[in-house]
Every structure is written in C-alpha cells, then in structure tokens.
C-alpha cells in the first residue's frame, strides 16, 4: 500500500510501486535510520536507489545505521517558498556527512544527508538554536513523525558530542 | 585567425568548424508578456529565421526544451508553416541551450535534416515561476522528492546554495566579491536597450538588499522573465548564404555531470562543479584555452554560478573565483567581459539562450547597443562603456558559453568569428 499524508500542511504522496522509499520512511517510523546495503560491494547508500552507485548491483538489504555526523554545508532560508515554512523562517537546511563510511569509497564522499534543524522532538528549530549551527556542528538525527509509515528524518544539535569552538557560519552577520 | 595547435583527443574533432550558428531571434523581455508560450516561441523563431536572412520554409529541423511550462515545436512550425523533416521537446531548463546546439549538429552530420531552429518559449513570471513560487509551491510532494521539498529544499536557490557556501567555507570567497558579479552585469545592461534592468547597481546595494536563503540576497538571484528566444543552426556551407557573418561552432558540450546525479551532493568536492568534468572535453574539442576567449557568457542564475563555473572552466586557479570576478577582468573593457548583455540577472532570464545571442551577436560585431547606425546599416561602436554607451567588444574572435543545469550538470560551447 502507498502512503498519502500531511505534513506542514504539505501534501506528502509515495505510491505502492515505490517499495525503496516505502522501505526507508517505514524505518524511520519507528525511529530507526536504515540504509540500503549492497549486497555485492557491501556499500551503504543514500537516498534510496534501486541498484548499487558504485557497482550497479541491484540487490541489498536494509541495515541500522548511527544517525550521528557534523554540517557539511547548509542553507539558511529567510524567503520561503513553500506556505508550509513560511511561519517557520529562517529555518536551516542542513547537509550532513554521516560519521559511518565518511571518505568512503572516496576521501570526497560520504553519505551526506539532508534535513533541517530541528528541535529533539523533530520540530523546526527556533532562531536562536539556528544561529548555533554552522559547517562542524555535531548533530544527531531525531524524528518527524508525520504518520504511520512515514516519519521524516531530522538533526538536532548532539549536545553530548564535542562541539567546534566556532562552527563556519556565513560571514555577513 | 590563427589557431593554436591541435590538442590530442579523442574527441570527433573534425567536426569543428564544421557547423555555424546563422540566426538568433528574441522577443521583448517583460514581466507580463499578455501572451502564450507559443505566441513567444513563433515570435522568436521567425526573427532569428529573419535575422539569418533564411525564409522559414529553408528551416526543417526543431528543437525546444522546456519543463512542462511550454509550447511544443508542432505548433511554431503549424504556426510558421514549416514541414519539418526532425523535431524533438526534451525536458529540462539551463544547460540546454548548448547541449541541444550539438544535437542540431549531430542530427545534420546524420543526414536528418538540414537547418535547425532551437527556441525556448516561457512565461517565467507571469505563468510558471521559476523560483517556485505559486503552484509549484503547493504541489504535492511524492516519492522521491521526500529527500528534498519535504524539507523546503525546492528552489534553484534552495537547492544551490550548499555548493555556494561550501565555496566560502573552503576557499574564504567573500560576499563582496560575488556580489561584484551582479554590479558588473548592470553595468552591462544599461548599455543594452533591451533588458528588463537597465539601472546600474552597486556592490552596497546587493550585500544591503534582503537575504532569501543564505548566501543569497535579492540582487544575488536572476529575474524571472516572460520571454521567447531563439537559434538557427546550420552547416558552415550553408551558412555562408546567410545575412551575417558566421559564428562557427568550434567545440560543444551537452549536460556533462558530477557523479551522484540523482544527489550530487553525495560525492565531492561540494564546492566544486560540472565544469570540472566538462572543461575535459570543451578545450581539446574547441583546439583553444580559456586564455584565447575574448568573451566568456557564464550563466548568471545566480551571481555564485558565474563565479563557480569560470573557475572550473580554469578560467583562473581552482578557489580564485571570488577575486577573478571582482577584479575588472569580466567587466566591459576588462581582460575578458562576461554576459556583456546583462545575462540572467539583467537582460532577463531564459534558461541560457540568450548568452548564446548575445555571444553571436559580439562575434558578428555587431552588439545591439545605442551607438549609432552607419550609412552602411552598420552600427558604429564607439567602445565608450559608460551607461547608456557602447558594449561591443574590441576584436572579439573567440566566445564561451557555460550552461548551468545545478551544481551537479553543465553544458558548454566554444564559437569563433569567421
């Protein structure tokens, strides 16, 4: 079965042919990261795929892994687009490097996923959290739940990690 | 001219040459054009058909490329009365325009068809807003696209700005700088009468106006336009026929990518774009270097894509992009101008094509500004780049064109003055 939802107000639609990223949100649902892992290569990969990037293999299967990383990069959006973030400006949108197979198979790679700030319980952060935040912050992923079957990934500051003393933030502040 | 040695490669150089670009047509650029997309693209195709000195009817191939936002080639040629013997819509916004220029000649070396006319029709304010506004702001969110637009990651400057950032984060490119990129094109602009902005800005007035996602403020981010543009590309034979001198295709690349296209992020360097990859097949396909280009037209969808693409272009060192931008090389008058109509940011915006005009137009020398028309049709350039003044470049012989599709995807082309 497919999964229609609302979340933010946006209309949110997977349909019952697209079992990767049924597979995907269904994990983290029940607030477990899963990625896809290759079973010829033995890569993990992000987002979904329905073979392997780096040796076109299409069979793999679902394994836990850490949601822990640092920024890699981020915007931060004052103009939005979407009604559904308008109340919520400025909100980050963070790219992540996960700390598990960073540099791999490449030193330019990583498993970099996306979402926003957020608080722990997977709201969109306040102002004053999105000013902490820049290139280096440790985050940790914490959960939107948006309905059964289909909760989104999000980070939130690891406040047990080791912090930068100044995360790279855009300089015109 | 003369040309520098040949480069060894693999590449089908003996096309170079081989093809010209004999007609570029536009419409008004507005904002509010009180017309269809096919009203636009029939406009268009028949001045550049005009402008080559071509009758429509000597026309039989077409290509266009859109996003769901337009017309399809069907009816510019009903409308135009063309039998094509080819024709083909494809998907997709920036980085088209060249990427469709090596179609044309490909489907001409393939004995498919004999001219080809490539347009791009679109009401980019007043129908289908680029930036994402109106109805794509409120359409569904399905599949794939949880990864991103879930998260208000759905703007180009959305989408863009993680490789703009990293950029200042690993190689300290100041705000000022890129900003440089914007002041300069107005410069531009104001000596082309027909772009939608013609008002000069300063570097002040961009860093002062409003921050849309960082690093993006106002001035940073193009123009949404309701326009129609339009090429016609032939075989070099052919075109000595045509109205105006040629500009002869020296070298041409189509939507060469990073890898990772369905997320380029997840392979690095982030601050590093397509170019990178396509500049591989540019130069040893065109037989020059960036140092030969005399113009260069470096899409403008932001001032941070400008910058990016003529350092992966190696138009200077790979992390120099901010002073190369900023240092009056790009400038009318400098070592090498870029989008010496306004570009994206000022003339208006048209997913790339009108780069190409405006590069054909300075290879022809015959840059449609306010200097005065001789008793030959000719206008009579004064090189005085003072607002409201002259923007042909001096002994210009030698163009580039970098198309941008996102940081992931770009396409490029060299052309030469007969």
Redesign the interface.
């Known amino acids: 079965m497919g999964i229609q939802a609302t979340?933010l107000g946006?209309?949110?639609?997977?349909?019952d042919l697209?079992v990767e990223?049924l597979a995907f949100?269904k994990h983290c649902a029940q607030h477990d990261f899963h990625l896809q892992k290759c079973s010829a290569c033995g890569l993990l990969?992000?987002?979904?795929?329905t073979a392997c990037?780096w040796c076109a293999s299409p069979k793999s299967a679902w394994m836990a892994v850490e949601g822990r990383g640092a920024v890699?990069?981020?915007?931060?959006?004052?103009?939005?687009?979407?009604?559904?973030?308008k109340s919520?400006s400025p909100?980050l949108?963070l790219?992540v490097d996960l700390d598990t197979q960073k540099g791999r198979p490449?030193e330019?790679?990583?498993?970099?996923v996306?979402?926003?700030l957020a608080t722990p319980d997977g709201r969109l952060a306040p102002p004053e959290m999105v000013r902490r935040v820049g290139?280096g912050t440790r985050v940790r992923m914490v959960f939107a739940d948006v309905t059964a079957g289909l909760a989104?990934p999000q980070w939130t500051i690891d406040e047990g990690a080791t912090q930068p003393d100044r995360p790279?933030r855009?300089?015109?502040e | 001219m003369p040309m520098p040695a040949e480069t060894e490669t693999t590449s089908p150089k003996h096309l170079r040459d081989k093809y010209a670009i004999v007609g570029v047509g536009e419409t008004t650029y507005t904002r509010g054009s009180g017309m269809t997309t096919r009203a636009l693209g029939t406009w268009a195709v028949r001045n550049a058909i005009e402008d080559a000195g071509l009758k429509p009817s000597d026309v039989d191939g077409m290509l266009s490329y859109q996003s769901g936002d337009s017309t399809f080639s069907t009816f510019i040629a009903g409308d135009l009365g063309i039998r094509l013997n080819f024709y083909m819509d494809v998907f997709g916004g920036g980085s088209s325009t060249e990427a469709l220029v090596g179609m044309a000649m490909g489907l001409i070396e393939a004995g498919m068809c004999k001219t080809v006319a490539i347009f791009r029709a679109m009401n980019g304010f007043s129908q289908v807003r680029i930036g994402g506004t109106g109805a794509r702001a409120v359409a569904p969110v399905s599949g794939d696209m949880l990864h991103s637009r879930a998260y208000g990651w759905q703007s180009a400057g959305q989408m863009f700005s993680p490789t703009f950032m990293r950029h200042m984060h690993d190689y300290g490119t100041r705000p000022e700088q890129v900003a440089a990129v914007k002041a300069i094109h107005s410069e531009h602009a104001s000596n082309n009468p027909k772009a939608l902005y013609k008002h000069r800005v300063s570097v002040a007035e961009v860093l002062a106006s409003r921050i849309i996602c960082k690093p993006l403020h106002l001035l940073d981010c193009c123009v949404e336009t309701d326009n129609g543009t339009a090429l016609v590309v032939t075989s070099a034979d052919r075109a000595r026929d045509c109205r105006h001198p040629r500009a002869l295709i020296r070298g041409v690349v189509g939507r060469c990518s990073k890898p990772r296209m369905d997320m380029h992020y997840q392979h690095g360097p982030v601050s590093t774009v397509a170019g990178h990859y396509a500049r591989e097949i540019l130069w040893p396909n065109a037989g020059v270097g960036p140092e030969d280009i005399d113009v260069t037209g470096s899409y403008d969808a932001f001032t941070f894509t400008t910058m990016l693409q003529l350092e992966d272009y190696g138009f200077c060192k790979k992390g120099e992009g901010g002073n190369y931008v900023s240092d009056g090389t790009i400038r009318l008058g400098g070592r090498r101008p870029n989008n010496t109509s306004g570009g994206h940011l000022c003339e208006g915006y048209t997913h790339g094509l009108n780069m190409v005009i405006e590069n054909v137009r300075q290879l022809r020398h015959d840059a449609d500004d306010s200097c005065p028309v001789g008793s030959d049709g000719k206008r009579q350039h004064t090189y005085d780049y003072r607002e409201g003044g002259c923007r042909q470049v001096r002994k210009c012989e030698l163009t580039a064109n970098l198309g941008w599709a996102n940081p992931g995807t770009g396409s490029a082309m060299v052309m030469r003055r007969d």
């Open positions: 979340y946006m209309p949110l639609d997977i349909n697209d990223n949100f990969r992000y987002p979904p795929t990037p890699h990069s981020y915007s931060e959006v004052h103009h939005a687009i979407q009604p559904a973030f919520h909100y949108i790219l490449t330019q790679e990583a498993l970099r996306v979402g926003n290139i989104l790279w855009y300089p015109q």
